[in-house]
């Protein structure tokens, strides 16, 4: 509100700015004001709309680089005993659930809520949020795979399919589903990893993620909490796989780089453009 109230001031004070045209337009409305942060020199975020495109271009890229590293460790406790931890680091994720054995709920983005509302009951546990865990952060491309991290988001996992589809037949294809997955906000915040979880927590709950790693050959690894052991199981493999205790690290996606041979083309009938289950 108080934001909202210093822009329409600064609206109001500076109605007829001159923008390179006509000094006497006119504003009526409050979103109206970005066009006069050029000419006024008004930041937005961390980026000065005085500045070059590829300044602030390299401003966003340094910022989103900072995004996780700049995090704090969080832990909450709720008078009637229920908590609230935001560990840093795998090792601290793995201790807490050994720590609270079967009662803790693990998430990250908590997009599912919208798909599921009880799953914003009020929930007297133990919640672990793995959002800022950087081991499950990583991406990294080899020449057999493409392994992303389990606490990347939807779109993270599309991006970094579109940036490397000329390494596999695959990855383009892959892209293409994400497309239509969801929608843009719910992909920018939902993570895949929650989104193949939600496969084993609702019968019925149609993946077209869980779908689509299937078909490309992917596989997860798993890690276990009370000795660090890691495995890997299928997507389908992971459906019938007891978790209590266990934690999904990443995905690898095989490289298949032979088009010659090999074709990957993926398909989505539904209802709807978004928002809408195959």
Not at 4 to 16: C, D
Not at 239 to 265: F, H, I, W
Request: hydrophobic residues 40%; glycine residues 8%; proline residues 3%.
């Amino acid at each position: 509100i108080a934001k909202a109230q210093e822009l329409s001031a600064i609206h109001k004070e500076h109605r007829n700015a001159c923008l390179g045209c006509e000094g006497s337009r006119e504003f009526h409305d409050l979103e109206d004001i970005v066009r006069l942060m050029p000419a006024l020199n008004i930041k937005k975020g961390v980026v000065t709309t005085t500045a070059s495109s590829q300044e602030r271009k390299q401003t966003l890229t340094q910022t989103q680089t900072q995004k996780d590293s700049s995090k704090t460790p969080l832990t909450f406790v709720g008078a009637d005993g229920s908590s609230y931890h935001r560990p840093l680091a795998l090792a601290d994720a793995l201790a807490l659930m050994n720590a609270h054995g079967d009662d803790y709920k693990l998430l990250s983005g908590n997009t599912g809520k919208g798909v599921y509302p009880q799953l914003s009951s009020n929930y007297q546990g133990t919640v672990i949020d793995l959002s800022a865990v950087q081991e499950l952060q990583g991406l990294t491309l080899s020449e057999t795979a493409l392994t992303v991290g389990a606490a990347l988001s939807l779109n993270e996992l599309r991006a970094a399919l579109r940036t490397h589809q000329s390494a596999s037949v695959t990855f383009g294809a892959a892209a293409d589903l994400l497309d239509r997955v969801a929608n843009e906000p719910v992909r920018s915040l939902g993570t895949w990893a929650g989104n193949v979880s939600m496969v084993r927590l609702f019968e019925g709950f149609t993946s077209d993620v869980h779908t689509m790693l299937t078909g490309v050959g992917a596989y997860f690894t798993l890690v276990t909490a009370s000795d660090g052991s890691t495995s890997q199981v299928t997507p389908m493999e992971f459906l019938s796989t007891e978790m209590s205790g266990k934690l999904l690290l990443d995905v690898t996606l095989p490289v298949m780089a032979d088009p010659a041979t090999q074709v990957c083309v993926t398909y989505k009938t539904a209802l709807r453009l978004v928002n809408a289950h195959s």
